[in-house]
């Protein structure tokens, strides 16, 4: 049992719509996990199925081993969700929420200590008192952590924590998350933030139209792709049409006056490229190389499967 | 059985009327109060339906669990309903609770909307008209069933409805008529015979037939067969009821 969570031909079906179309992987034990995907592309109700708030139409989930629908005590116990939606109580304060919660899950005051220290650790301490609904919305986002922690689940989700934060609040969630993760607990984080899930995640799967298409080390999933990226300062009466035939193909964004090309490692040198237009009377003001990051892999990945389909 | 979470959800959804008493339990009495001072003062003099009992002290019974009725109904139907829509029932769906935990705990919430409305209610109108008490127990005894009913009925509502509208439109269009239409202002034995046999066709009926009979030791109907109708109700909305919560309906899907 070392998954954390166990996704096994996970099919969801709503009406004629596929949201997940035979999701099969696993998350280890103790790892940072990255769900990707562009808009709509299944990741909530997965997350969702995970969680049991979805039954799957065909499949099995488990997490910590516990099927989550014949064994959903132990698996509800074992996991912690913060939801994608800011979602709240408006009749509670901060803090009776958390109880209420805790108080679900079959503690009582032993636990309070422990909801004090989540107040604490996430800066709500001052507004502990305060109705739900008088928060902020990074303070209510920082209320739905403390609430999916209020149990100490071993397995956390969190859907789009970083969705709509300033940066001082990202910053503060990252190290939260990286502190989490230290102790031991396993993190299944969706975002948007490519630059985040390379940052924070040891492992990406990212999900197109409710399929895997692909799951691998963040940094495997780099090295995949073997493309670099050139990055050309021209004088501003250049424009496109006068590129060379053979660069054409290898353009990847021309935009004032920065003209940045894809280059295959092995097949393209860059000195041929500088050749090239050199060749063709195309002087430049600067030139810098860039390694790809995960938003390029991303968009490969997820166009590579428009083109098949 | 996660008691400690029962009696969370059960302690929150009490708490929860409790923090908006004007609405949920004042208005409520408000409205009994207006009935009686309508009905009772116009009609006293014209109707008479229990030999030695005032057509006021009549009415009481009636709009008591009128009363319990609709607010043991209201309690767990737009809470239910609110929680989904704002979407912070997924902190309830989370947790270990089990369907049946879930189900008492909403039940149960209910019964006690229902015992302190109608308690507001009684307090109120006891002003208006002279009452007895038959029997506490027979009182208590369809105060619990008809609120847990009704209660378990507001939780099929609560899943049901996909908007305001669709909850309004069960208050509406089954709770009201139906309780209007349970011998609340009348004695079911004064209607042309087609609306009498009707009557014992609607549940509301025996839970207020009932209630009156713990009052007056008098009712249109046999105690026993009231009783006997009022506890099949709960169990037959119960058994939906867990059923519903069981396969997901609306709730998880
Ligand atoms: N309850 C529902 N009923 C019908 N369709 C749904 C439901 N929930 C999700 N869907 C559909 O399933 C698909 C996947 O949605 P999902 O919310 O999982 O996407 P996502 O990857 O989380 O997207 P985002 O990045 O925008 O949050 C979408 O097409 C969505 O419209
Ligand atoms: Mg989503």
Known sequence: ?309 | MNWRGFYTLFAKEVWRFLKVTTQTIFAPVLTVLLYLLVFASVLSEHVQVYPGVTYASFLIPGLIMMSIIQNAFANSSSSLFQSKMTGNLVFTLLAPLSDLEFFLAFVAASVIRGIVVGLGVLVAAMWFAPLTMHSFWILLGFTVLSSATLGALGVIAGLWAEKWDHVAAFQNFVILPLSFLSGVFYSVNNLPPFWQQLSHFNPFFYMIDGFRYGFFGLADSSIGLSFFVVSLSLIAMSVLCLWLLRIGYHLRN
């Open chain 1, 1 to 309: 049992m070392s998954h954390a969570i166990n996704i096994a031909k996970v099919h969801k079906n709503y009406g004629n719509l596929h949201a997940l179309a035979g999701i099969d992987f696993q998350i280890p034990q103790g790892s940072f996990f990255g769900l990707l995907g562009p808009n709509g592309a299944g990741k909530s109700t997965l997350i969702n199925t995970i969680a049991g708030l979805t039954y799957a139409s065909t499949g099995t989930v488990e997490v910590m081993g516990y099927d989550v629908r014949s064994q959903w005590r132990q698996a509800r116990k074992s996991l912690g969700v913060v939801p994608q939606e800011l979602v709240y109580d408006s009749f509670f304060s901060v803090i009776e929420v958390l109880r209420l919660q805790s108080g679900y899950f079959g503690y009582g005051r032993e636990n309070y200590p422990w909801l004090d220290e989540l107040l604490d650790i996430l800066s709500l301490t001052d507004k502990a008192n305060a109705s739900m609904q008088n928060l902020s919305g990074g303070m209510k986002r920082r209320a739905l952590i403390a609430q999916a922690l209020v149990h100490r689940p071993p397995v956390i989700v969190l859907d789009e924590p970083t969705a709509g934060v300033d940066v001082e609040l990202r910053k503060m969630l990252w190290e939260f998350t990286k502190r989490l993760h230290n102790e031991g607990h396993t993190i299944v984080l969706t975002t948007h933030y490519l630059e985040e899930a390379e940052a924070l995640c040891e492992q990406i799967a990212i999900l197109n139209h409710g399929q895997l298409i692909a799951l691998d080390k963040t940094q495997t999933l780099l090295g995949r792709y073997p493309y670099r990226l050139l990055r050309l300062s021209l004088s501003l009466d250049f424009t496109l049409p006068t590129l060379p035939e053979a660069l054409q193909s290898k353009v990847q964004s021309f935009e004032l006056g920065e003209l940045v090309l894809r280059l295959h490692r092995e097949q393209d040198p860059i000195c041929g490229v500088l050749e090239c237009l050199r060749a063709a009377n195309i002087p430049f003001l600067d030139l810098r190389t860039e390694e790809p990051g995960l938003e390029e892999v991303f968009m490969q990945l997820t166009s590579d499967r428009e083109i098949l389909s």
